[in-house]
């Protein structure tokens, strides 16, 4: 496994000025941009079928299941792998992992890498597009619902990759899919699961955004709100470390920190899923903080 020194650009005092949204996307992109919100909302209201069909342990397991692996979608492909490129792997790795990902509802690669890129480019300052200094209720899933749910601009590498490309603006179809998967499986009963499970699974994604920028520790130095968190690292599969991932954006690994001037490895079940990855020939070229990166990042 390949360890890297802090290689971050350092933050200027006074954060670059955002860009005003774009007005040049094609109109399907943003037809398909401007239904994501709806999909959410759906699946809020899918839930209340559960009142009428109760949920048998196999359609628990069925939320669970799908929770679990969706989220880790979210996490491992998305996020560390597509967006941060926190380690490498092969275009089959991106392009499966990205259409279970989008099954989740959580849109898909190029406008998810394009408002976490800003997130952290501008975190807690203006730019952010779900920054925490604008309420706990704004980062959580306010943003979503205002013109910030267009993304300013594009990542090129994910528009160069046309499947990658086709996810995005047909992320929907994933999601129905598992719908009528769900549907075909058990009914009204496992087809409320599914709706119960995409809801868990929205809020769990959201509560990095606004539990992780409000409350937890803060053992290393940003220039932000983001904290450590372990009850959303339970939820999120890892991602709850996001003072961490704030301190070292490239780190594969997120569970990190200082306790008295010691480095202490924390739960990461997406960087332990990864690697597995890597034990499989799926992954390589993991990148992590030294220690003495990590013991110069700390706060004193």
Not at 76 to 101: C, D, E, M, N
Request: aromatic residues 14%; hydrophobic residues 40%; positive net charge.
């Amino acid at each position: 496994m390949t360890h890297y020194s802090n290689v971050l650009d350092p933050i200027p005092s006074t954060p670059p000025q955002p860009n005003p949204r774009p007005r040049n996307y094609s109109r399907l992109t943003r037809l398909s941009y401007a239904t994501g919100p709806v999909w959410i909302i759906l699946c809020h209201l899918g839930m209340a079928i559960a009142f009428f069909t109760g949920l048998s342990w196999g359609a628990v397991l069925w939320i669970i299941f799908w929770y679990w692996l969706r989220m880790l979608g979210t996490t491992a492909i998305y996020h560390r792998l597509l967006t941060h490129k926190a380690y490498q792997a092969s275009p089959w790795v991106k392009w499966i992992g990205s259409f279970i990902t989008a099954s989740a509802g959580q849109m898909g690669p190029s406008w998810w890498k394009a408002h976490h890129e800003d997130h952290h480019r501008f975190s807690d300052h203006p730019g952010d597009p779900h920054s925490s200094k604008e309420g706990f209720w704004w980062a959580h899933y306010r943003w979503l619902i205002s013109p910030n749910t267009f993304p300013k601009k594009l990542p090129a590498d994910i528009e160069r990759d046309p499947i990658l490309k086709l996810i995005d603006r047909f992320h929907f179809v994933p999601l129905i899919a598992l719908g009528a998967l769900s549907y075909g499986v058990g009914g009204l009963e496992y087809l409320a699961a599914f709706f119960i499970s995409t809801t868990l699974l929205f809020h769990g994604v959201a509560f990095v955004n606004s539990v992780c920028h409000k409350w937890g520790d803060r053992p290393f130095q940003t220039t932000d709100h983001s904290r450590n968190n372990s009850w959303v690292a339970v939820l999120a599969l890892g991602e709850g470390w996001h003072n961490l991932h704030h301190a070292f954006g490239w780190s594969v690994r997120h569970g990190i920190t200082i306790q008295k001037g010691k480095v202490k490895y924390l739960p990461d079940f997406t960087y332990s899923f990864i690697r597995l990855l890597e034990r499989m020939g799926l992954a390589s070229k993991l990148k992590q903080p030294t220690v003495t990166d990590l013991q110069n990042a700390a706060n004193s």
